[in-house]
């Protein structure tokens, strides 16, 4: 037989803070998460004032260091950019 999910279990196990999206104080778009993991390895996201300057230090970090999560964080920051921002 198939197995029986408790839904109330798992959405009790979603994290929905994790994926509020906000802003910095210029306008990027990010997530909590993406804002925590960002803090971890130390780079100032409030300071830029587009996705592309964000990417590119991102992408500096990534070279020094082995952090899988930080460049999951610049894939969705990347795509989320190009949903948002490309004219369809």
Same mark, same amino acid.
């Given at each position: 037989?198939?197995?029986?999910? *408790?839904? %109330?279990?798992?959405?009790? %196990?979603? #994290?929905? @803070?994790? *994926?509020?999206?906000?802003? @910095?104080?210029?306008?990027?778009?990010?997530? *909590?998460?993406?804002? #925590?993991?960002?803090?971890?390895?130390?780079?100032?996201? %409030?300071?830029? @004032?587009?996705?592309?300057?964000?990417?590119?230090?991102?992408?500096? !970090?990534?070279?020094? !260091?082995?952090?899988?999560?930080?460049?999951?964080?610049?894939?969705?920051?990347? %795509?989320?950019?190009?949903?948002?921002?490309?004219?369809?």
């Amino acid at each position: 037989m198939g197995s029986e999910y *408790n839904i %109330e279990k798992l959405v009790s %196990e979603i #994290d929905f @803070n994790a *994926n509020f999206i906000g802003y @910095n104080r210029q306008g990027v778009v990010l997530t *909590n998460r993406e804002i #925590d993991v960002l803090k971890r390895n130390s780079i100032d996201y %409030e300071k830029f @004032n587009s996705v592309s300057e964000l990417l590119y230090e991102i992408d500096d !970090v990534i070279s020094e !260091v082995d952090d899988m999560e930080l460049e999951e964080v610049a894939s969705n920051i990347s %795509e989320r950019n190009y949903y948002l921002n490309t004219k369809k």
